[in-house]
């Protein structure tokens, strides 16, 4: 059941899985995705690990709170929020939850906003997790062919949403497992339904891109970390990861051959168990 809560000066919607007594984790989705991006299988995998796991919307995407009135932000004009806004957004959120502090897993943009909040909330952060992401938009730059379905032009209606999710996972997802096109298809249909907001996206992109680097202050976070890429990444290739690692004192940087830049089914297990030793290693 998806639960919208006030935080940080608007709503953010939610879902959680597992028992309140379980470690809290918190999974934070990347650019443009939606909470229904972390599948629930992977959410129950970590329940059964002994985990609390809640999703959520970022502002500007599914039924989170979305700045319309800001519009697509004209280029060389300061964006309506920076990683720093969504990272404060992810700490009140739990807030309302009643967490003191949480694991935090973030893949993608997601695991940008999860570095920012163990930079400006390190007491609330007890583990980071951070998933085929950056340490600042000029680390690691797409392919061509990853740039080209990333600014290409938004879906005209829900059938071309799901036919170009399809072709766009195809460019940028696991080259070394089989690709799930009716799966994939199916859920950019179900993230078309709950909101279609091309430009809540492009604020969230001039977010990312106006919020600079975070290399030096990556080195002050004390927190376990676990940095876990694909090699075969081509919108954010395994460089970001590296250079994630690199930044943060003590981190363990796990890679996988013929992973792009989403989460295969056959690897989450390792996932999840690697997840679970950086999280029982902190309890």
Same mark, same amino acid.
């Given at each position: 059941?998806?639960?919208?809560?006030?935080?940080?000066?608007?709503?953010?919607?939610?879902?959680?899985?597992?028992?309140?007594?379980?470690?809290?984790?918190?999974?934070?989705?990347?650019?443009?995705?939606? +909470?229904?991006?972390?599948?629930?299988? +992977?959410?129950?995998?970590?329940?059964?690990?002994?985990?609390?796991? =809640?999703?959520?919307?970022?502002?500007?995407?599914? /039924?989170?709170?979305?700045?319309?009135?800001?519009?697509? %932000?004209?280029?060389?004009?300061?964006?309506?929020?920076?990683?720093?806004? $969504?990272?404060?957004?992810?700490?009140?959120?739990?807030?309302?939850?009643?967490? *003191?502090?949480?694991?935090?897993?973030?893949?993608?943009?997601?695991?940008?906003?999860?570095?920012? $909040?163990?930079?400006?909330?390190?007491?609330?952060?007890?583990?980071?997790?951070?998933?085929?992401?950056?340490?600042?938009?000029?680390?690691?730059? *797409?392919?061509?062919?990853?740039?080209?379905?990333?600014?290409?032009?938004?879906?005209?209606?829900?059938?071309?949403?799901?036919?170009?999710?399809?072709?766009?996972?195809?460019?940028?997802?696991?080259?070394?497992?089989?690709?799930?096109?009716?799966?994939?298809?199916?859920?950019?249909?179900?993230?078309?339904?709950?909101?279609?907001? *091309?430009?809540?996206?492009?604020?969230?992109?001039?977010?990312?891109?106006?919020?600079?680097?975070?290399?030096?202050?990556?080195?002050?976070?004390?927190?376990?970390?676990?940095? =876990?890429?694909?090699?075969?990444?081509?919108?954010?290739?395994?460089?970001?990861?590296?250079?994630?690692?690199?930044? =943060?004192?003590?981190?363990?940087?796990?890679?996988? %051959?013929?992973?792009?830049?989403?989460?295969?089914?056959? /690897?989450?297990?390792? $996932?999840?168990?690697?997840?679970?030793? /950086?999280?029982?290693?902190?309890?």
């Amino acid at each position: 059941m998806t639960t919208r809560v006030a935080a940080n000066g608007i709503h953010i919607a939610y879902e959680s899985f597992g028992s309140p007594s379980g470690r809290p984790l918190l999974l934070i989705m990347g650019l443009g995705a939606q +909470l229904i991006q972390w599948d629930e299988g +992977l959410c129950e995998l970590l329940v059964e690990r002994g985990h609390h796991v =809640v999703r959520f919307d970022n502002r500007d995407a599914g /039924l989170s709170t979305h700045l319309h009135e800001h519009g697509v %932000p004209a280029p060389g004009t300061p964006p309506p929020y920076l990683l720093d806004d $969504l990272a404060d957004d992810a700490a009140a959120l739990m807030d309302a939850l009643g967490w *003191p502090a949480a694991h935090v897993v973030g893949a993608s943009m997601g695991g940008m906003i999860a570095q920012t $909040l163990a930079i400006r909330h390190p007491a609330r952060v007890l583990t980071l997790t951070s998933i085929m992401s950056t340490t600042g938009p000029s680390v690691a730059p *797409p392919t061509e062919a990853a740039s080209a379905v990333l600014f290409r032009k938004p879906a005209a209606d829900r059938r071309q949403a799901m036919e170009q999710a399809v072709s766009t996972w195809s460019v940028i997802g696991s080259p070394g497992y089989e690709l799930d096109r009716e799966k994939v298809a199916e859920l950019a249909g179900l993230a078309y339904d709950r909101c279609h907001d *091309p430009a809540g996206v492009a604020r969230q992109l001039a977010a990312i891109m106006a919020s600079g680097d975070r290399t030096e202050a990556l080195a002050g976070v004390r927190v376990p970390t676990l940095v =876990v890429h694909g090699e075969a990444d081509a919108l954010v290739p395994v460089a970001g990861g590296r250079a994630t690692a690199a930044a =943060v004192p003590g981190a363990r940087l796990v890679t996988y %051959p013929g992973m792009g830049h989403d989460l295969p089914r056959a /690897l989450w297990p390792d $996932l999840v168990a690697e997840i679970t030793k /950086l999280t029982g290693s902190a309890s």
